[in-house]
C-alpha cells in the first residue's frame, strides 16, 4: 500500500447542503451556530475560517471531502449528519503540527506519551486535534471528540460516529491507493464492519511495510471488530 497518502486532486463540490464552503448550507444563514448546546459561540463560517487557518490548501480539500463522505456514510448507517459533518471536516486540524508542537501540546493536555507516540509523534495529530476542537471551538460533544482523537489509529469500542469517521478519511474522493474502490464499495453497501475491517488490514499492512511501530491501539479495534463480525454471525 505505497500510495495510501492522500493524492489530492480536485477539491469535492460544495452544492450539497452537508458541505459548508463559505459557510452556508442551504435554508440556512452563515451567523447560524452549529451543534445547539454544544457550541454558543462559533458559527459553521467562522468554524470554517478557524481550520483554514491551520492547515495548508491540499490539507482543507481533503477535510472537505473527509466531511463529504462522513455525510453520505451518516445517511447510510443512521448517524446524527451535524456530528458527522463536524467531525469529518475538523479530524486533522492539528496534522500539520510540527512534532514539537504535537508532544507540547500532549503534555499540556495531559495525553497519554506512550513510547510508540513519542517515537512516532505524528500519531498525536489526532488525539491533540481533539483537544483544540474543545478548547478552541468550545464543542463539548463526547462522541464528537472521540471520533476524531482515533480517527487514525481506531480503538476499542469505537461509536458508529468513530467508525465512518475512519472510513471516510481513508476513502474519500481525493484517495487514490489500491483497494481504495473496495473499501468505498463496502462502506456504501451498508456492511459498516467488513468496510472497516479491510481498511484496517490495510493501514496495519502499510505500517509493517514501512518498518513503523504498531499502536496497540489499532491491534484493540481491529480485535473488537472482528468480534462483532463474529457475534453478528453467530445470531
Given amino acids: 500500500m505505497k500510495n495510501f497518502r492522500p493524492a489530492f486532486r480536485f477539491a469535492p463540490s460544495d452544492a450539497n ?10 435554508n440556512t444563514v452563515s451567523a447560524t451556530p452549529f451543534l445547539k448546546n454544544t457550541c454558543q459561540q462559533m458559527t459553521k463560517i467562522e468554524t ?4 483554514k487557518g491551520r492547515v495548508d490548501s491540499n490539507l482543507y480539500c481533503h477535510s472537505a471531502a473527509t466531511q463529504e463522505m462522513a455525510a453520505k456514510l451518516a445517511d447510510i448507517y443512521g448517524v446524527d449528519m451535524e456530528k458527522a459533518t463536524l ?11 510540527s512534532h514539537e508542537e504535537l508532544i507540547s501540546h500532549a503534555q ?23 483537544k483544540l476542537v474543545h478548547a478552541e471551538l468550545g464543542i463539548a460533544d463526547s462522541e464528537i471528540l472521540d471520533a476524531i482523537a482515533a480517527h487514525n489509529t481506531g480503538s476499542k469500542d469505537m461509536s458508529r460516529l468513530g467508525k465512518i469517521l475512519y472510513l471516510a478519511d481513508a476513502s474519500e474522493c481525493t484517495r487514490s491507493y489500491p483497494g481504495v474502490e473496495r473499501i468505498r464499495d463496502l462502506a456504501l453497501s451498508g456492511d459498516l464492519n467488513s468496510a472497516l475491517l479491510t481498511t484496517m488490514d490495510m493501514k496495519i499492512r502499510h505500517v509493517l511495510e514501512q518498518k513503523q511501530m504498531l499502536h496497540p491501539m489499532s491491534v484493540e479495534a481491529r480485535n473488537d471488530v472482528i468480534k462483532e463480525i463474529i457475534n453478528h454471525i453467530d445470531q
Avoid: F, S
Wanted: hydrophobic share 45%.
Fill in 17 to 26: 447542503w452537508w458541505i459548508w464552503g463559505n459557510g452556508l448550507t442551504r
Fill in 48 to 51: 470554517t475560517e478557524w481550520l
Fill in 87 to 97: 467531525a469529518g471536516l475538523l479530524h486533522d486540524c492539528a496534522k500539520q503540527m
Fill in 108 to 130: 499540556h493536555y495531559h495525553i497519554r506519551l506512550d513510547h510508540i507516540r513519542l517515537a512516532q509523534p505524528g500519531l498525536l495529530h489526532a488525539p491533540v486535534g481533539a
